[in-house]
């Protein structure tokens, strides 16, 4: 009867994960009307002296800790490479440069906000969510802290407040939609004195970043990073050396949602809440665990059978 009840179960298991995986294929979370109009940023590295005005800006948009502006100055910083954490929403990193020693590439990063985010794909509950004018924000009143976000992102960028007990939250750039709200400029771009960061329309931007590059192509790599990758993303970089010198990702052209949303919507889809799934889980672990408890109960058996027998 118990070989019967394990075979019964592991069918119906099986089948469960078969409807899931079935029925997931019609679930498309990151899909979204966008507006023709949506905004970008380009980043144009060969203008940036790496004042890091931005990174104070931002936080000091965000309501995080920050020193004095002054203290920006400070060239230590780029002695190691950095990624934007709960505490920083973004980072400029210090390149070297082939063409010219004297003066090296910085490069600013953030979140990318892609056009088929992959963060908004996992997210099981929707607090992730892609507006029409292209930016990427996150609603800290429906996450319930599974960080699958931070899992699926292909440029790794969302952060999770790891030191805060009491209401973490999930850290990222939400690309000042608050501030644009209100009619105002990204905090970073209204702060960039070289104009490295150009704020508009991504389908202009892509247009002044093919003449920035065709008008100096002794300077500029013809790649607009961004353009194309992972579907698209609003934030764009032309740069002077290769980007994967610069440590940004080589992606595909292939939007990013795939397997995760494919899989998770696909649970939600069918009604299976986490708790069913966790009751799933270790019902499974537990008819495991007692397969090997009766396997080596009878290799023990044998064991002591054999030695009567000599």
Same mark, same amino acid.
């Given at each position: 009867?118990?070989?019967?009840?394990?075979?019964?179960?592991?069918?119906?298991?099986?089948?469960?994960?078969?409807?899931?995986?079935?029925?997931?294929?019609?679930?498309?979370?990151?899909?979204?009307?966008?507006?023709?109009?949506?905004?970008?940023?380009?980043?144009?590295?060969?203008?940036?002296?790496?004042?890091?005005?931005?990174?104070?800006?931002?936080?000091?948009?965000?309501?995080?800790?920050?020193?004095?502006?002054?203290?920006?100055?400070?060239?230590?910083?780029?002695?190691?490479?950095?990624?934007?954490?709960?505490?920083?929403?973004?980072?400029?990193?210090?390149?070297?440069?082939?063409?010219?020693?004297?003066?090296?590439?910085?490069?600013?990063?953030?979140?990318?906000?892609?056009?088929?985010?992959?963060?908004?794909?996992?997210?099981?509950?929707?607090?992730?969510?892609?507006?029409?004018?292209?930016?990427?924000?996150?609603?800290?009143?429906?996450?319930?802290?599974?960080?699958?976000?931070?899992?699926?992102?292909?440029?790794?960028?969302?952060?999770?407040?790891?030191?805060?007990?009491?209401?973490? @939250?999930?850290?990222?750039?939400?690309?000042?939609?608050? $501030? $644009?709200?209100?009619?105002?400029?990204?905090?970073?771009?209204?702060?960039?004195?070289?104009?490295?960061?150009?704020?508009?329309?991504?389908?202009?931007?892509?247009?002044?970043?093919?003449?920035?590059?065709?008008?100096?192509?002794?300077?500029?790599?013809?790649?607009?990073?961004?353009?194309?990758?992972?579907?698209?993303?609003?934030? @764009?970089?032309?740069?002077?050396?290769?980007?994967?010198?610069?440590? @940004?990702?080589?992606?595909?052209?292939?939007?990013?949602?795939?397997?995760?949303?494919?899989?998770?919507?696909?649970?939600?889809?069918?009604?299976?809440?986490?708790?069913?799934?966790?009751?799933?889980?270790?019902? @499974?672990?537990?008819?495991?665990?007692?397969?090997?408890?009766?396997?080596?109960?009878?290799?023990?058996?044998?064991?002591?059978?054999?030695?009567?027998?000599?």
């Amino acid at each position: 009867m118990k070989n019967l009840n394990r075979r019964d179960f592991f069918k119906s298991a099986a089948a469960g994960v078969s409807m899931v995986t079935i029925g997931a294929a019609s679930v498309k979370g990151a899909d979204k009307r966008l507006s023709e109009d949506r905004v970008g940023v380009l980043v144009d590295t060969d203008v940036c002296v790496g004042c890091r005005h931005c990174e104070w800006a931002c936080k000091t948009a965000h309501d995080l800790p920050t020193a004095d502006l002054d203290n920006y100055s400070d060239k230590a910083v780029f002695k190691e490479y950095r990624r934007p954490d709960a505490g920083a929403l973004t980072v400029v990193n210090e390149f070297d440069n082939e063409k010219n020693p004297a003066l090296p590439v910085h490069l600013k990063i953030q979140c990318m906000h892609c056009e088929r985010p992959a963060c908004v794909s996992a997210c099981i509950v929707g607090a992730f969510a892609k507006r029409e004018d292209g930016s990427v924000v996150w609603d800290s009143d429906k996450c319930i802290g599974c960080r699958y976000c931070m899992v699926a992102c292909p440029f790794q960028i969302p952060t999770y407040d790891y030191d805060k007990a009491i209401q973490p @939250m999930i850290r990222k750039c939400d690309f000042c939609s608050d $501030r $644009r709200d209100k009619g105002q400029l990204p905090a970073c771009v209204s702060i960039c004195p070289n104009e490295a960061l150009v704020f508009g329309k991504r389908v202009d931007l892509i247009q002044i970043a093919k003449s920035r590059i065709k008008r100096k192509s002794d300077v500029y790599v013809n790649h607009i990073y961004g353009e194309n990758e992972v579907g698209g993303t609003s934030w @764009m970089y032309i740069a002077s050396k290769n980007f994967d010198k610069l440590k @940004m990702p080589p992606l595909a052209l292939n939007p990013a949602p795939g397997i995760s949303e494919t899989i998770q919507h696909g649970i939600f889809a069918y009604f299976v809440p986490p708790v069913t799934l966790y009751a799933l889980l270790g019902l @499974m672990m537990w008819v495991t665990k007692r397969r090997k408890s009766e396997k080596n109960e009878k290799l023990q058996e044998n064991n002591e059978e054999k030695g009567v027998k000599s």
